[in-house]
């Protein structure tokens, strides 16, 4: 894992070798073990190491091929790599002196442009050509790694951070409003919006080309909803994705130590698991499992994982730990975070993250693995399943989805119809969010435009300034948005609104502090491609819902978590934890009501009205206030307050305006 940054003058001016050493220099918390720096002409690329690969080590970049003017940076890890080395005609696929920045740079010679469509793996790379005298920039599929850039007639500007683009030039340094209410919201729907409105994030699955007389951006990758894979047999289903899953993790199980994985007692992290446990690549004592849970005996009245993870320990002994983590902590925010992140720590889990890779760094622990992603495409379930159904015209498997759903709701099946198919078809606006594949954005409409009974504590003025609104009214309404609509749903919740992104880059950027990387099996391009080409009864059928990965879950793990419907928390105490930290949520609201850098942005009345209801209810039962925004709204609040007085680095981050 890297961090990578450089510019790039489009007018002609010359790029210093000390404007790339200041961007390195504020990007140092990712380059223990290698940095290293290159200016030619107009041209600056700069890279920080941290190995988490073997053949990093053998590593240097930026890499040059100077007899065909190619230099790259990049901040990747190729999956593919015996493929890719067989089709290059490189030494033997195993051969660990070739590195993954150097498979990019020759996949580029041989290809150009169209080397993206050979590449598989995590990456966000610069490419630049002396000969057509053009920045090649490019990021992964699903956005695993970030790349940010300022780009206007005169330069163009990127970074891994924001901060390194700061660094390289004096930019305007202005809030997005927009960003920042969506990041409230949650949903992670920032797509390629940041928190600076000069900055922008290059979408995932995205490449761009960038000359002196222009720039051009494109997709080079999407899923096609109209493919479809058929077998002849049920169980060949299951034995192909077996084969393309155990691919997946045994690439990134590619480490020069030992590699930890995370296991919560369901479906998706239990399987990658067990995957990497049972690795022919792998020897099963270099992995350890973590799982967050209560200590022991702990009696909050939400349970944790510990049952389903103790059966699967029984059954299939690998060394394990348990992280406690504290929720009192969930709105610590020290400078050195709020430096790495370049803005607010937004997430009301972030407070796990800490102590899970501090345990990995103190067992030399470089790499951990990740079960997101598999809801939406492992075991994916839409919850209007019966109205794809219902548009495909399968009328048998209509009849029997209604009919098992009804059993299992304990209603007549004339009331299953009503309520579950003709219902929702005679409600034209479920129909047209369904058929727009936007039920996300939908979703969050709804909260924007009945604020006052959700309790949105976002400012008005926030909301009518960034457009908000109306950002969250565009649709898209594909072609035959009918044909195929349970595909065309998965592949929304999937790539639909930059989800990984968001997720990937948070965990990365906190990772970093702890010289360690997440990786996400379920996220790898081959994996996602073979599942979303499924016919949906392989994802569900007779009223089992997540099919496929149950299926491959009974063959290999306790029946007790492959037969699992409900999911608990895997951060159990969470409300606990708020309700420890009252006086302080108080006083930080107390202070906001006086604060304009704050009240520009939130509506610091409601939060205290929300929060005064959450803290007047029974901490026995489930809150029946929605933490999820009060919390991230704590965490902007608290972040907008120091902006102005208490930066890291050197490097100032803006105040907002009025």
Not at 643 to 656: F, I, M, V
Request: hydrophobic content about 40%; overall charge neutral; proline content about 5%.
């Amino acid at each position: 894992m890297s961090s990578i940054c450089g510019i790039f003058y489009r007018d002609d001016r010359k790029a210093e070798t000390a404007e790339v050493d200041r961007m390195i220099h504020v990007l140092s918390h990712w380059g223990p073990d290698r940095v290293g720096g290159w200016a030619e002409g107009q041209v600056g690329l700069g890279h920080l190491a941290l190995w988490t690969t073997p053949e990093a080590v053998h590593e240097s970049c930026p890499f040059g091929v100077p007899e065909a003017g190619v230099t790259v940076t990049a901040d990747a890890r190729i999956d593919n790599r015996a493929e890719l080395m067989a089709k290059l005609n490189l030494r033997d696929g195993n051969d660990r002196s070739v590195g993954d920045v150097e498979l990019i740079a020759r996949a580029y010679m041989k290809w150009g442009e169209e080397c993206l469509a050979h590449l598989v793996g995590d990456f966000a790379f610069a490419l630049w050509d002396a000969r057509a005298r053009r920045l090649f920039c490019a990021r992964d599929p699903f956005g695993i790694r970030p790349f940010y850039f300022f780009l206007d007639e005169r330069r163009f500007v990127f970074g891994s951070e924001i901060k390194a683009i700061f660094a390289a030039a004096d930019l305007p340094r202005e809030w997005n409003p927009l960003y920042l209410g969506l990041a409230v919201l949650g949903g992670k729907l920032e797509g390629e919006h940041t928190q600076f409105r000069s900055i922008v994030a290059l979408a995932p699955a995205c490449a761009l080309s960038v000359t002196a007389a222009g720039a051009r951006k494109w997709r080079f990758w999407r899923l096609d909803p109209e493919f479809e894979i058929h077998f002849r047999r049920d169980e060949e289903y299951v034995e192909a994705f077996e084969e393309k899953l155990q691919a997946a993790v045994d690439a990134r199980l590619r480490a020069p130590d030992r590699v930890a994985s995370m296991l919560s007692g369901g479906l998706d992290a239990t399987t990658v698991t067990h995957f990497a446990a049972h690795s022919r690549q792998f020897s099963r004592d270099r992995l350890t499992a973590y799982t967050w849970a209560l200590r022991a005996g702990d009696p909050w009245h939400r349970k944790d994982e510990r049952e389903y993870v103790d059966a699967y320990l029984a059954e299939h002994p690998v060394d394990h730990r348990y992280i406690i983590p504290n929720p009192a902590e969930m709105f610590t925010d020290t400078p050195g975070t709020r430096h790495l992140l370049d803005g607010p720590v937004i997430g009301p889990s972030s407070y796990a993250a800490g102590p899970t890779f501090s345990a990995a760094r103190s067992q030399n622990i470089r790499v951990l693995l990740f079960g997101h992603g598999g809801d939406e495409v492992a075991s994916y379930a839409p919850d209007n399943f019966l109205l794809g159904l219902l548009m495909a015209r399968d009328w048998r498997g209509l009849a029997s989805e209604a009919h098992v759903h009804a059993e299992r709701l304990g209603v007549p099946r004339w009331k299953a119809w009503k309520n579950y198919i003709f219902r929702p078809l005679l409600n034209r606006e479920f129909v047209a969010r369904s058929i727009a594949c936007q039920d996300r954005l939908a979703f969050f409409r709804d909260i924007v435009e009945k604020r006052e009974a959700t309790g949105l504590p976002l400012a008005e003025n926030l909301i009518r300034d960034s457009g908000l609104a109306g950002h969250l009214k565009s649709r898209h309404n594909p072609n035959r948005a009918w044909s195929h609509l349970v595909r065309r749903q998965q592949i929304d919740a999937i790539t639909g609104s930059n989800v990984w992104s968001h997720i990937a880059t948070r965990f990365l950027n906190t990772s970093v502090l702890w010289s360690s990387e997440c990786r996400f099996p379920y996220l790898d391009r081959r994996v996602v491609e073979y599942c979303v080409a499924l016919p949906p009864d392989q994802h569900r059928r007779d009223g089992w819902p997540r099919r496929l990965l149950r299926r491959v879950a009974d063959r290999r793990i306790p029946h007790k978590i492959a037969r699992r419907f409900d999911k608990s928390a895997t951060l159990p105490d969470f409300d606990r934890g708020l309700r420890q930290l009252e006086e302080q949520v108080n006083e930080a609201l107390q202070r906001w009501d006086a604060e304009p850098r704050v009240t520009a942005y939130l509506d610091v009345g409601e939060m205290r009205r929300r929060f005064a209801l959450f803290f007047a209810d029974s901490p026995t039962v489930e809150p029946k206030v929605g933490l999820g925004a009060l919390c991230r709204a704590v965490q902007l609040g608290l972040f907008l307050e120091k902006t102005s007085s208490d930066a890291s680095g050197g490097n100032d981050l803006p105040g907002p305006r009025g």
